[in-house]
C-alpha cells in the first residue's frame, strides 16, 4: 500500500458520508417544519376537523404498525 493511501480512502468516504447526512438532514428539518407549519394552520382554521383528521391518522398509522409485520412476514 503506497504512503498516505489509507488518509486519501478515509477522507473522500468521511466526505461522501458527510454530504449524504447533510443532504437528508435538510431535507427532515424541511418536511418537519412544513408539517408542524400546516398542523398548527389547521388547528387555528377549523379545531374540530383536524382534531378528527388527525385521530383518524394517528388510527391508521397504528393498525398499519401492527399489521404491517405480519404481511412481511407472511410474504417471506
Do not use: C, D, H
Amino acid at each position: 500500500m503506497p504512503p498516505g493511501y489509507a488518509t486519501g480512502t478515509i477522507t473522500s468516504n468521511a466526505n461522501v458520508l458527510q454530504l449524504g447526512i447533510s443532504e437528508k438532514l435538510g431535507v427532515f428539518v424541511e418536511f418537519f417544519s412544513t408539517i408542524t407549519a400546516a398542523i398548527i394552520i389547521a388547528f387555528t382554521w377549523s379545531w374540530s376537523l383536524t382534531l378528527v383528521t388527525s385521530t383518524l391518522i394517528l388510527f391508521i398509522l397504528v393498525v398499519t404498525s401492527f399489521f404491517l409485520p405480519l404481511i412481511l412476514k407472511r410474504s417471506a
